[in-house]
T-cell receptor
Framework: LAKTTQPISMDSYEGQEVNITCSHN???????ITWYQQFPSQGPRFIIQ???TKVTNEVASLFIPADRKSSTLSLPRVSLSDTAVYYC????????????FGTGTRLLVSP | DSGVTQTPKHLITATGQRVTLRCSPR?????VYWYQQSLDQGLQFLIQ???????AKGNILERFSAQQFPDLHSELNLSSLELGDSALYFC?????????????FGSGTRLTVV
């Protein structure tokens, strides 16, 4: 399984754009990159998934360079409610490998 | 509501006891995954089932067991409980093996062993 490395924590202010970068140097050809958000005492929530280039949905954007050894989750104009832990995961889509969560990035958004 | 239902939401029990946690996956999802999250350990993968069959195993203790039934709901059985088993237990489901659609997590069962 490709191991991921993320910053342990980040701080931001309301209205700012937040970019969280994840390193996955050993990503395999079949691996997808997926980001989850978790609030305290709640289950993780799927945010976005991508394979290469850029993916955007109503919540976030995911930027993946050509070598796919890293990815960046971009949250536009964060609000206090975006304070959460964000996890980056990589894995293939066979579903027969364990989906392993790292320590994640704890984002704190202040007024 | 994510569509994944976990019961009970809270459970308090004594050491040495046995408990069963239940998970109903989102409608149409065939895969079920169990995770344990304690304060100092983060999210730990326990086990995965697909259409009734075990597909992947993580760091699941021998005192723990799980199964997925024909109606696709799953149960996680925890026996000979210890204080260290106190944690949030999450169930997740996906349409089929894979991450194409991401995993949908339930709201968890908080187990407290006293």
């Amino acid at each position: 399984l490709a191991k991921t490395t993320q910053p342990i924590s980040m701080d931001s202010y309301e209205g700012q754009e937040v970019n969280i970068t994840c390193s996955h140097n050993n990503i395999a050809t079949n691996d997808y990159i997926t980001w989850y958000q978790q609030f305290p005492s709640q289950g993780p929530r799927f945010i976005i998934q991508g394979y290469k280039t850029k993916v955007t949905n109503e919540v976030a954007s995911l930027f993946i360079p050509a070598d796919r050894k890293s990815s960046t989750l971009s949250l536009p104009r964060v609000s206090l409610s975006d304070t959460a832990v964000y996890y980056c995961l990589v894995g293939d889509n066979t579903g027969f490998q364990k989906l392993v969560f790292g320590t994640g990035t704890r984002l704190l958004v202040s007024p | 509501d994510s569509g994944v239902t976990q019961t009970p939401k809270h459970l308090i029990t004594a050491t040495g006891q046995r408990v069963t946690l239940r998970c109903s996956p989102r409608s149409g999802d065939l895969s079920v995954y169990w995770y344990q999250q304690s304060l100092d350990q983060g999210l730990q993968f326990l086990i995965q089932y697909y259409n009734g069959e075990e597909r992947a195993k993580g760091n699941i203790l021998e005192r723990f067991s799980a199964q997925q039934f024909p109606d696709l709901h799953s149960e996680l059985n925890l026996s000979s409980l210890e204080l260290g088993d106190s944690a949030l237990y999450f169930c997740a489901s996906s349409p089929r093996p894979g991450q194409d659609y991401g995993y949908t997590f339930g709201s968890g069962t908080r187990l407290t062993v006293v």
